[in-house]
């Protein structure tokens, strides 16, 4: 990723000022606050602003309970409860502000979250820069046998493959420049750039909803690139609000969800009984999913 | 409005710390923070957290942009011609969190504003505190002759109606008391409290919904209670984003929309053209609103 | 609960007629368009509309997945799957619309859910009818002691307790008619009218944020009142969208989530090793849920 | 537009089928379900359900008033007062689901409004099909020297313009199809197929958005190929609730909205004082818009 240098000037100068505020600050968030963590081969995230940490959502789910609460559960146990309980609202009281540099295949999935506010760079305002994703060697892969949107081995001839997509975003994007030149309207000449262009937005979501992208984009049914983003926003979150961050890898990430059947077959194991793959019951997929998260080969037939 | 002692060593504790920040800050809200805002009897709005100044919009609406724009337009006009165009994103990217205190039967037209996020005292977790609004005498009006959602004329008796209210309130609350020291639960004793009862809430919302929230409250038409809450936040308003402020009184609160019917006959008198009252292309109401507007009583007959 | 006349009236009326329609349409609802089925003393929902059924979400999810698909998997499969993983958008492409009829302090509950349109009668506009809820005995209980929010046992002076709520609600109504017959606004009247007066609205919500809705409602936790709501409710999906109904129960209502924890215990117990409470990896409480959940009394010291 | 042999059949199915209901049904919109109007060169939309017509929103306003409000103002007269008023939520009570073929630059912008449901094909799960939108002479123009965002004159050199764009668009595909032979997966394979390429999905929004997606989309400014969609949009709006669309026409589209600034102009205008232009109330801009609005070039120096 190369930053302009313009964007480097502005960088340093608003990390050389600082105010004075009564506001709940998180340390570690100045410190990376403005700063592009580099993700895929022209992208970034930055923090442009944030608002409250997990004292915030504490205070707003205090109000609820009213008085005399307070010695009954610590901080740490109280959010940990509101997330196991599912009570959501107050992880709503926090807000991210991310500056985004993702390609435009990467943004038509996030945008998706619909609940979160976006300014996007408009090819009808300005000009594309010429800057493409293409993806390195090891993310070249075939189709996936197992799953119908996504991938599985990596390619014998992914160079082959690389060059094919780095040659027709070149010429995607000289055609592009030859239309401009010709003077046809900057909102007409972009629907030939192919959407490993890259674009870029601000973003600003509370951390309710941050939580449940999060869920979707870290899965590993999200497709490899946005999950590049995810990831770094995931190492956001242990640093703005960890004890939230915790709690959700606890009771969202690595949690488990039973069917009342998964459910049941599990008390039968418990109990000692014996059991037996029965279709009637669950699908195919539904038995191969329990008796791999939980081990069961040697123990349902 | 007695705030409590609690509250109090709450807030002076909080006022007195400071810590640094990056983020974009502003003085004038800084130097309100958590201070309570008295509003009707009981009541009150105290910031609890803001993020982003005029500033934030303007930098939001320059990513749409693209480089090169800055020198075009400055700050102010922006904002202005964002608000003035309806390009309402930019105006997501700030947002102002609250503490309020008001009477239920307020909360109730409150909370119709979707786009926002909530927690409330639970009257299922906590007892209800005798706070109840009585209004004022000057407050205590007969039913409109105009409109019908509204009051019109002071009432003459209207201390015994006051009596009336304070006296109902009192006798609620003391049955209230005495349904939960027969230990019945107190999600069952509050559903006799009537709503002129305080509660109170943290409310988060972005600066577009407030915008869209304080039109609507602010308005003639809303109801006199709630209007009191609305004028204490156009105040903050004014202070955490005075830009905005200015131009949404400018082209929302104080701007007019006349319909195609109406904007055809201002053409015509402008024109110097006569016009009559011509009820296929209005109606009396809208004539009347329209003579009203424009002072047109010795002119459209 | 009594129907007032004028509304049987325009309910025989409307189900009198018919019309020919190419839309999707279940002759189960048809059947019960429009009547009202009693929920507590006085309230009641009923079915205004609908907007598709099982088949049109199969639609929109087959929009995703292009040609070819049909065969892999049959309707039934995809919907249940769907859920399982949690694809909630073809569910958003079904609507009900609801006439109810509800004590205020259930529709304070209710209204929290925010992706939901609401028209409701207003006490600014009209008279509040005569209509409290007074609960019946076997509902008079005191509070719960396990459960902050919720009831306990039936209360030994439940009638004394009933009597209470009644004679109060009969007060709050007569001080409001004499406030009325004094000329006061009705906006202003009716903020001593307790919250156990009913009210009513017209509700429309898609299914997907129906069934969220629904999980909420139909939980244990839920307030008695509302509770009853969503068992009609839920009556209502089990004849709208029957697949889905079903699917619902397997995979949410009667799923139970296990933490990152939890799910360490049960592997370690399914491959035959001994768990002993550990207060560092998860609280007593937990402990106590899972234990509860599967029956693991005698297994876990 | 050719419409597959495949969709036609399932079109010609559906509209054999026919079920009698109670719901509320538009004779009108019977007429044209489930049939495909053309726009652009190979996109439609066809409408696979609505719900509600202008009485369903009268019957939830009359909610809200209560009883004995019928006879004062006629459901045509309501409508139009509850549009004029911004009481919006009687309109969220009908639905519209559309099936939209339309090219991914259309897609994206037409995304931006976040209140409706949508189930998009996915070309991770499918292959692209060959349909790329390539822009009429007519319409490649050059950039607006008024407009930042939009288009101005016919280019003299349009047709290789068109051809430039054809040629990219073939060679973008046949480079697709070269990497999903090569084994890449799909998810990949499509990151270099323009945005005019065509997609299409399933998009549901209630007729209170709907309008506003309307206004947007209808104006001048909006990009000339989703104005294509919103002009059928507008007709099927017309067919669906004629009342609705009238007073959508006479207080939104055709209305204009007076800042306070210059509707204090307007004022000194009919009052016939002497009004100069002054930059100090208002922007050249905006003086000019009010000029050209009310054709006062001969009025105002």
Same mark, same amino acid.
């Given at each position: 990723m190369a930053i302009p240098e313009e964007l480097w000037r502005e960088i340093d100068a608003t990390r050389e000022q600082w105010s004075q505020t009564h506001r709940p600050t998180v340390p570690a968030m100045e410190e990376l606050l403005y700063l592009p963590f580099a993700i895929l081969d022209h992208g970034f995230v930055r923090v442009i602003d944030y608002q409250g940490d997990d004292a915030a959502i504490v205070q707003a789910a205090r109000v609820s309970y009213?008085?005399?609460?307070?010695? $009954?559960?610590d901080d740490r146990a109280l959010i940990r409860y509101l997330l196991r309980k599912k009570?959501?609202?107050?992880? =709503?009281?926090c807000e991210l502000k991310l500056h985004v540099k993702l390609p435009i295949f990467v943004a038509r999935q996030w945008?998706?979250?619909?609940?979160a506010s976006v300014n996007e760079y408009s090819a009808r305002f300005s000009v594309l820069e010429d800057d493409f994703y293409v993806p390195e060697i090891a993310q070249i892969c075939a189709q996936s046998t197992e799953n119908r949107q996504g991938r599985g081995e990596q390619l014998a001839d992914a160079v082959v493959v690389q060059e094919s997509i780095r040659s027709l975003s070149k010429l995607a994007y000289a055609t592009y420049t030859s239309l401009l030149e010709r003077g046809v309207a900057r909102e007409l000449a972009?629907?030939? $750039?192919?959407?490993n262009v890259y674009s870029m937005w601000y973003w600003k979501i509370d951390l309710h909803n941050l939580l449940r992208f999060q869920l979707l984009r870290l899965? =590993?049914?999200?497709?490899w690139e946005i999950r590049q983003y995810a990831e770094v926003i995931d190492m956001l979150l242990r640093k703005w609000v960890p004890v939230t961050h915790q709690a959700f890898m606890d009771y969202q990430r690595y949690a488990v969800s039973l069917s009342a059947m998964a459910r049941g077959v599990i008390k039968r194991l418990l109990k000692g009984e014996q059991v037996q793959r029965d279709y009637d019951l669950m699908s195919k997929r539904e038995w191969d999913e329990l008796i791999g998260e939980f081990e069961l080969e040697d123990v349902i037939a």
């Open positions: 009213g008085k005399g609460t307070k010695s $009954v559960r009570h959501t609202t107050p992880f =709503e009281m945008i998706r979250t619909r609940t972009r629907i030939i $750039v192919p959407p899965d =590993e049914r999200a497709q």
